[in-house]
C-alpha cells in the first residue's frame, strides 16, 4: 500500500514538473517587406469606448521606460471592437456590408526600426488599406496571426503566440 501511494505522489509530482507553465515567455514577429521584426512581447489595452488595442512589439511596454531605449524598434497594434476568438477582417467604409463588431476591425498602424532616441528613421504607418486578423485561445494566453496591407505596396504578416499582459496608461 505504501509503495502504490508513493508511487501515485511521484506521478502527480513528475506531472506537475512537466506540466506547461502559465508564465512561459511569448513569441512573435512579422515580416515587413520581406524583413523579419521579433515582436516578442504582447499586451492588450482597454478603451473608455470599448475597443480594445492588441500591440506586439520590441520592447517590453510595461516595464521599459521609453526614454531608456535607444535601439530601434517594431510595433504593430490592431484595434478590435470584440475581444474575443474569432477571425476579423478589415471593414472598408462605404462598401454595401453594415460593419459588424464580431466580424471587423477599422484600424492598425505599423512601425519599423524607429528610433526613439531620434525620433527619426524606418517607417511608421496607420494608412490600412486591407487585411485580416485571427484570434485563438483565451485569456490570457492567445494566438495571433495577422496579414495587414499599409500604403500602395508595404504588407505585414505576423503571428504572435503567448500570454497578452494588461497595459494601462500611466
Known amino acids: 500500500m505504501k509503495k502504490l ?87 472598408v467604409a462605404g462598401n454595401d456590408n453594415p460593419y459588424d463588431a464580431t466580424k471587423h476591425f477599422r484600424y492598425a498602424d505599423v512601425t519599423y526600426n524607429y528610433s526613439l532616441s531620434s525620433q527619426t528613421e524606418g517607417y511608421s504607418s496607420d494608412n490600412l488599406r486591407g487585411g485580416t486578423v485571427t484570434l485563438t485561445g483565451t485569456a490570457p494566453n492567445f494566438g495571433v496571426s495577422y496579414t495587414l496591407d499599409f500604403d500602395t505596396d508595404t504588407k505585414v504578416a505576423g503571428v504572435f503566440n503567448g500570454k497578452l499582459v494588461e497595459y494601462k496608461e500611466q
Open 5 to 91: 501511494l508513493f508511487s501515485a505522489m511521484a506521478a502527480v509530482v513528475l506531472l506537475n514538473a512537466c506540466s506547461k507553465d502559465d508564465d512561459a515567455s511569448s513569441s512573435g514577429s512579422f515580416t515587413f517587406n520581406g524583413t523579419t521584426a521579433n515582436t516578442n512581447y504582447g499586451t492588450y489595452e482597454k478603451s473608455g469606448d470599448g475597443h480594445v488595442e492588441l500591440t506586439f512589439s520590441s520592447y517590453d511596454r510595461i516595464n521599459t521606460s521609453l526614454g531608456d531605449l535607444s535601439k530601434k524598434i517594431h510595433v504593430v497594434s490592431i484595434e478590435l471592437d470584440t475581444f474575443a476568438a474569432g477571425t476579423y477582417t478589415f471593414y
